[in-house]
Nanobody
Framework: QVQLVESGGGLVQPGGSLRLSCVAS????????MGWYRQAPGKQRELVAV???????NYEDSVKGRFTISRENGKNTVHLQMNSLKPEDTAVYYC????????????WGQGTQVTVSS
């Protein structure tokens, strides 16, 4: 059974930094994209950043220039470096691995809390 394990969340001051990591365990193959989503209370989950198998990267507009997504270890690990954090970045962050075949398969982490506050 595939599991995604997230780490790196916490409480930081505005302007601070955090680095989130997500590692896949178990049998996993043919992943086409890895991404990070976030969900704040009362809001819908939104895509923060995604990197596909070719290395192409896209960011949500509000995090451009501040966040960096990267992958390593044969594409089974993804990171999100978050700099210049703002209170509006406060949310639960979820990693996502997606496979495209005859169907779409999504694998999700359990979520890690990021709180940006003075």
């Amino acid at each position: 059974q595939v599991q995604l394990v997230e780490s790196g969340g916490g409480l930081v001051q505005p302007g601070g930094s955090l680095r989130l990591s997500c590692v896949a365990s178990g049998s996993i193959f043919g992943i086409n994209a890895m991404g990070w989503y976030r969900q704040a209370p009362g809001k819908q989950r939104e895509l923060v950043a995604v990197i596909n198998s070719s290395g192409s990267i896209n960011y949500e507009d509000s995090v451009k220039g501040r966040f960096t997504i990267s992958r390593e270890n044969g594409k089974n690990t993804v990171h999100l470096q978050m700099n210049s954090l703002k209170p509006e970045d406060t949310a639960v962050y979820y990693c996502n691995f997606r496979r495209f075949s005859w169907r779409v398969d999504d694998y999700w982490g359990q979520g890690t809390q990021v709180t940006v506050s003075s």
